[in-house]
């Protein structure tokens, strides 16, 4: 415990705690612990550094599911305040952070930050202190082989299987129509590398040639080298392994060297809604793994839509929706269990977490025993100036373009 308590009190020398209190708007009638005594809710997030893009929408993700569910009267008659440290995309500040909120402010519940990278430390010490770790991102598979016992991810599919429907569509064509070569381009992180990889292992397995496997640094800016290797190889496919800037980078590299692959797929990058204006509106065809839609037809899903844009003037997307959906997970079992506090409770949230469905913005969700989520995701491509699903057949909203049109 030593240990534990030295980092404690290098802890509160960090820097200023950003506090989001989300009052309810329903006024004072919730009952005297109502505004008395919040149900506090502890995250850490990566506000700057290399993973800021996204964490920041996980951010407001968390802030829309805050705000909705006190404007319904909160959780338990009591409002939910969210307690939110900026991590700078570290692993070490991460640890830090969750160390502070459960052990020195001794915040009531916990959930994931963005990332892979932070996500498997951060689990370690929620799993330490006994607590309900619900996540909207960490899905890499070295995530679910750590042997966490409380950690959940509030997700439709693991990193690796992100891109099994595209696999499948692949391998089915005619040989003469099937690719035969493909270039890989992955971020060191474990879940950049996981999206492509996973694709890979399938491909490969499937009679697809790898002729270019480049591994890049997180905070690589230059992606000439990179993008030279691959227009030179003529690779049929190119898959990238990223998170949003550095996906945008390569994509106009390639571009730059006039390389026409016939397939253009890359992790997370192309559903962010600057994607479109930073490539220069040369989308057409462009493909991404998804595990939510605007569209989708569960009621929740609808309200979220509704309520987050009134909120912040543009719908959501995927990383806002994982937040929410991580929301949904921990107010169900507070819900069904009755509680919110450290101690006794966190284990009766585990159990209910992982002996039940929630019903979530991205349908229905359960999980196995290392708390993989057991669905998969489709597949979204740029058809017509707009991103929209194309896989699997019973969810698509356009055809899949292949080969993909000149960028």
Not at 21 to 35: F, M, P, Q, V
Not at 89 to 108: H, K, P
Not at 266 to 273: E, Q
Not at 379 to 394: F, K, M, S, T, Y
Request: aromatic content about 8%.
């Amino acid at each position: 415990m030593t240990t534990r308590f030295r980092r404690m009190q290098w802890m509160t020398a960090l820097g200023a705690t950003m506090t989001l209190a989300l009052a309810a708007c329903s006024g004072d009638g919730g009952g005297s612990n109502t505004a008395d005594d919040p149900i506090v809710i502890g995250i850490s997030l990566p506000l700057t550094g290399d993973f800021s893009e996204p964490g920041k929408g996980v951010q407001r993700g968390y802030e829309a599911w805050a705000k909705i569910t006190n404007d319904k009267g909160g959780l338990l008659g009591r409002k939910v305040e969210l307690k939110i440290l900026d991590d700078q995309s570290n692993a070490d500040r991460v640890v830090a952070d969750y160390e502070q909120l459960i052990g020195s402010d001794q915040v009531d519940l916990v959930v994931g930050p963005f990332s892979t990278r932070l996500v498997v430390p951060a689990a370690r010490v929620a799993e330490e202190y006994g607590m309900l770790f619900v996540e909207p991102a960490g899905a890499a598979k070295e995530v679910f082989e750590q042997g966490f016992k409380n950690l959940f991810y509030a997700a439709p599919a693991v990193a690796n299987d992100h891109y099994n429907h595209l696999a499948d569509y692949l391998l089915a064509l005619p040989p003469d129509q099937r690719p035969k070569t493909a270039a890989y381009a992955a971020m060191d992180d474990p879940f950049a590398q996981g999206t492509a990889y996973g694709l890979k292992e399938k491909l490969a397995a499937g009679g697809i040639r790898t002729v270019v496997d480049e591994v890049y640094p997180p905070n690589t800016t230059d992606f000439g080298s990179i993008a030279a290797k691959i227009a030179a190889s003529r690779a049929d496919l190119v898959v990238g392994g990223s998170q949003y800037q550095d996906g945008v980078n390569l994509i106009v590299a390639l571009q730059q060297l006039q390389y026409q692959p016939k397939l253009a797929a890359f992790s997370t990058a192309p559903t962010n809604p600057e994607f479109a204006a930073a490539i220069g509106n040369k989308t057409e065809g462009i493909l991404a793994p998804t595990g939510y839609t605007q569209k989708a037809p569960y009621p929740s899903n609808k309200e979220f839509v509704e309520k987050y844009t009134a909120q912040f003037g543009t719908p959501p997307e995927e990383d806002e929706a994982n937040a929410y959906t991580t929301g949904q997970v921990v107010a169900a079992a507070v819900t069904a269990v009755g509680c919110a506090e450290q101690g006794a409770c966190q284990q009766k949230l585990v159990d209910w977490v992982r002996s039940n469905t929630v019903e979530t913005v991205v349908g229905p969700l359960s999980w196995d025993a290392t708390g993989k989520p057991k669905g998969a995701h489709m597949i979204q491509q740029w058809v017509g100036g707009e991103i929209q699903i194309v896989l699997p057949a019973d969810a698509k909203e356009a055809d899949l373009i292949y080969p993909k049109p000149a960028w």
